[in-house]
């Protein structure tokens, strides 16, 4: 299976939806830790991709779950966050709509 390629702070982001919590950061690195114990460690260079290489380990090792549970759960988060989007953005506009039809009167 291949991995999408997602950006540390998109990586970050789901991370905190599964429950882990920012720990500490030393340099250009994240701790996140889980409430049951479980720590993974996310290097933010820039607006970068993490390399395919690490989101697994970190997926195996750090997660402690498969592949296809992980990209379930990631397109899962990313359907959650882009419905969260549209929402807020279709609320702009009509807040904007009823603004601009008070402005005649």
Request: hydrophobic share 45%.
């Amino acid at each position: 299976m291949r991995l999408p390629l997602i950006k540390a702070r998109d990586l970050l982001k789901f991370l905190e939806w599964l429950g882990f919590k920012p720990v500490r950061m030393k340099g250009s690195h994240v701790r996140l830790k889980a409430e049951d114990g479980r720590v993974t460690t996310v290097p933010i260079h820039g607006n970068k991709e993490i390399p395919r290489g690490l989101l697994r380990k970190i997926i195996r090792e750090d997660l402690q779950m498969g592949l296809e549970e992980f990209v379930e759960k990631y397109n899962e988060f990313k359907r959650i966050v882009i419905a969260a989007w549209i929402e807020a953005n279709v609320t702009l506009k009509i807040a904007k709509a009823m603004l601009n039809s008070t402005k005649g009167v």
